[in-house]
């Protein structure tokens, strides 16, 4: 298929039809009357405004959720934004729950639609933002009468970075934001110029849509927000995703096909696929499992992440050489490594200083002269003291036993393990492969 020909299945397939834009019409209005009778209960002003990709016309089919914002006086408090907030988003949905990110807000259904009823301040400028849900508006306000014309190529974008898993801001996912999408479409003019420069991007990479000469960021893709010049709009999106998106770019110019915009979904691994894989690589993965903490996934995740890399670099000092790693999360939460080590001396050398550092090299002398475990002290070929001791942790899982406690972990994740854990080591990984068999796969077959 030629490229062309590849995009407009992929439009026909993401951009609503007429029934679906109507559907979509009666319950935004519907929902906005019901939120403005609510205010108007109120001791207080406050207005409602549709955001988020249907208010910018760029949602695709099959997409069915609805964002309404109530913007409150910057004069009120914080309790009062959530006090009042609350009470709207409960007369708008009255079987809806209450959720919270930086502050309560109230999720439901209406009419087939998924929609989430947030309070924020109006404030005057995105500059001026009291919580991060404030500058939203102001995003809609940009892209209004700018993005119309490329709304069709934007989600053929969202499509790709979706078939691609990398489509998406929440913190498992660290990819690009629908509002990042829209502003990459915008500033190279479509979908294909898009890819053609995201082919030859060489991180880190900066745009600045709006000239704002704005304060360096540190992040592998730059995109300074048009409405904040502080704030970096694909700030969230890891080195991972973007690369992922300079290998696909490449990968669809070259080789055209439908099956890019579909998300891989790979068969489970089962327990004996993961047996016969541990058997095959000759490694030692070593896994520590437990209940998953009863937190949303934006704070569940960075702390799955920060503690795997803290059991990740203590397996890297010991010497357990680790290849790979990952976390899943669903009832249970898993952090896996995978080492390439899988047993080490039961003695280790441990070098103290210089002998010429005369204080130093007594005080390490002396604390070992007399230990009847320990070989030494000796002076090594650097002119340094040395002994060899009995290791603490021949395997990964004796050190992942003897030192969880002492790596940095996320706090709710410390506690969760502190309510109890299992220690899974070589083949016995495979148990996982009845909650996480469709992780299991990609991490078994990874892919860009």
């Known amino acids: 298929m030629s490229f062309e020909s590849v995009v407009a299945a992929v439009r026909d397939r993401v951009v609503p039809g007429d029934e679906e834009r109507a559907a979509l019409e009666s319950v935004v209005s519907a929902l906005t009357d019901r939120a403005e009778a609510a205010i108007a209960d109120l001791p207080v ?3 409602v405004r549709l955001v988020g990709s249907t208010a ?15 913007r409150f006086p910057p004069s009120l408090s914080r309790e009062e934004l959530e006090r009042y907030g609350l009470a709207v988003g409960h007369e708008v949905l009255p079987d809806g729950r209450e959720e919270y990110a930086e502050h309560p807000y109230v999720k439901g259904e209406f009419d087939g639609f998924g929609v989430d009823c947030v309070p924020c301040y109006a404030v005057e400028s995105a500059t001026d933002i009291r919580s991060a849900v404030d500058r939203t508006p102001f995003h809609t306000d940009y892209l209004e009468g700018r993005v119309e014309p490329v709304a069709d190529d934007v989600r053929v974008t ?34 294909r110029p898009l890819l053609e420069a995201a082919a030859d991007w060489q991180p880190p990479v900066r745009l600045d849509p709006e000239d704002h000469a704005a304060a360096s960021f540190e992040d592998p893709l730059v995109v300074v927000d048009p409405t904040d ?17 300079v290998h696909y770019a490449r990968d669809l110019l070259a080789d055209p096909r439908v099956d890019v915009f579909e998300p891989d979904e790979p068969a489970p691994a089962s327990a004996e696929d993961v047996r016969a ?8 993965p070593v896994a520590v499992r437990f209940d998953a903490p009863d937190v949303v996934d934006d704070q569940l995740y960075p702390q799955l992440e920060k503690s795997l890399a803290g059991v990740e670099g203590a397996l890297e000092r010991a010497g357990f050489a680790p290849l790979r790693s990952a976390r899943f999360a669903d009832d249970t939460a898993v952090l896996l490594a995978e080492c390439g080590v899988a047993e080490l001396p039961a003695v280790e050398r441990h070098r103290g200083p210089p002998v010429g550092v005369r ?7 002396d604390a070992y002269a007399d230990d009847p475990d320990a070989t030494g002290p000796f002076v090594d070929d650097d002119g340094r003291y040395a002994v060899e001791r009995p290791r603490d942790a021949r395997t990964p899982a004796e050190l992942v036993e003897a030192e969880l406690f002492e790596v940095s972990l996320g706090p709710h994740v410390e506690s969760a393990l502190e ?30």
């Open 56 to 70: 910018r016309g760029t949602w695709r089919a099959g997409d069915r959720d609805v964002d309404l914002f109530v």
């Open 229 to 245: 010049p502080e704030r970096n709009v694909a700030a969230v999106c890891s080195a991972r995703n973007v690369a992922r998106l």
């Open 158 to 191: 969202k499509a790709f970075l979706d078939g691609v898993a990398a489509y998406g801001s929440d913190l498992r996912t660290r990819g690009f934001s629908g509002f990042l999408t829209e502003l990459l479409v915008l500033e190279y003019g479509g979908f």
């Open 45 to 47: 002003e406050a207005d």
């Open 277 to 284: 894989a541990v058997a095959a690589r000759g490694t030692v």
């Open 359 to 365: 204080d130093h090299a007594e005080g390490f002398f």
């Open 419 to 448: 309510d109890g854990y299992d220690l899974l080591a070589g083949e016995a990984v495979a148990e996982l492969a009845g909650e996480f068999g469709p992780e299991l796969a990609r991490y078994l077959s990874p892919r860009p």
